[in-house]
Structures are given as C-alpha cells and as structure tokens.
C-alpha cells in the first residue's frame, strides 16, 4: 500500500501530559527514517494562527477546528503532520479525524494520559497551583472539562513511562500501519 498522503499524529492530553515532550523525542527518531514532520503546538498556534482566541468552549472549538483544517491541508498534499494541543473536546477531535480520513489520510489520535497529582507534582508551567488554588479559571482538568478518547489509537500513560518507552510506544503504532517504511520505498522504486 502506497501513502501519498501524509499521516497526522493527534496528541491530545492535559496541560504538561508530555504532548511537546514526546513530539520532540519523535522528530529525530522520524528523521532516522527519512520521514519528516510539520509541527502544529498547541500553545505556538495561539501566538499567530489562533491569537486572539480565548478558552471559551467556543473557542477553544475554534482552535482545534484552525489546527485541524491546516492538518488536513498538509496532509493531503503528503505532508506529514504531529498536532500537540490539548483538544479537550471529542466531538472536534472525532470531526477532525472524519475529515482528514474522508480525504484518505490516516489519523493516529495519541492519548498523553497523565493523573492529575503527577501532573500537580510535575507542574512544568506552574499553572496547575495555581489553577487548584483557584486563580486561573477555566483551566483544562481542574475547572474545564477534559474529554479522554474512547478509543484512541495509542495510549501512553506519561507518569509510569519514560519518554523513551512512551516514544517507542507510538512509533511502534506508526510501523504497524507501515508508515516508517518511506525511505525503502523510494529505494525500492528506483530499481
Ligand atoms: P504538554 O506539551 O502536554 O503540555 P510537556 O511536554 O510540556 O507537556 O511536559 C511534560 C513533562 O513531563 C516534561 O517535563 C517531561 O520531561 C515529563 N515526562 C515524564 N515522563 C514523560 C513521558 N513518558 N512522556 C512525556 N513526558 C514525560
């Protein structure tokens, strides 16, 4: 099976789940492979693409739709791309895969799954002390809701993992579904 088009890795998971984390572990490992990657961070894309949006459910919609939209876009045209925002919300995560699939790209969702004390102990931006003592409002996991994947296609569970065996996890998935294979492809259609 060819794969003209490109893949899109969906993380979705809380703030400091390891969504960047994992998506800087994997670029090299890709590379190593032939296969490169465009990164849409959650947090980057509401400097430019998303600024001015805020952390209603509205748009919070709106920025996944945004990211979603340039996902399908780059992947339709062989691109492959890694999204690492928190997409709280199913129903636009579940919308967004029904239209990179409709245009024959694959959609691999990652849940960065991660209790909510690792994440209070790790609390890499500082913001979940905060959010617990009940000065940022509307703040994924603690006072906004988080709707975990039913059936997502990988589960790494980031506070009994390293990086590296969270990492091995999703390329693992990315070789099932033969995604890993460009480089011996291009080799192979040579001779
Ligand atoms: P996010 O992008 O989801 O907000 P970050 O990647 O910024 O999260 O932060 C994740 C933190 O968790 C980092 O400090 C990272 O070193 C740590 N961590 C520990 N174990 C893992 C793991 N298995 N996968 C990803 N991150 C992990």
Redesign the pocket.
């Known amino acids: 099976m060819s794969h003209t088009k490109g893949f899109t890795l969906w ?1 979705t ?13 994997l670029l090299p490992e890709l590379a190593k492979h032939g296969i490169r990657v465009e990164v849409l ?3 980057e894309v509401r400097t430019h693409l998303s600024k001015g949006l805020g952390f209603s459910k509205e748009d919070r919609d709106t920025n996944i739709r945004r990211i979603g939209f340039v996902a399908r876009l780059l992947a339709r045209n062989g691109v492959n791309v890694i999204t ?1 925002a ?1 997409s709280p919300y199913r129903e636009i995560r579940d919308e967004v895969r029904a239209s990179i699939e409709a245009d024959g790209g694959e959609f691999i969702e990652v849940y ?1 799954k ?1 209790s909510l004390e690792a994440l209070t102990e ?1 609390d ?2 500082g913001l979940y002390k905060k959010a617990l003592a009940g000065e940022i409002k509307s703040f994924t996991g603690v006072s906004d809701p988080y709707e975990a994947p039913l059936s997502p296609d990988v589960v ?4 009994r ?3 590296a ?3 091995a996890k999703i390329l693992a998935e990315l070789e099932r579904r033969n995604l890993l294979a460009t480089i011996t492809r291009k080799a192979a259609s040579i001779f």
């Open positions: 993380f998971g809380l703030s400091g789940a390891g969504k960047t984390t994992l998506t800087t572990a961070d959650g947090d690492a928190i960065a991660c790790r890499v931006k790494v569970e980031t506070d993992e390293t990086v065996e969270s990492a």
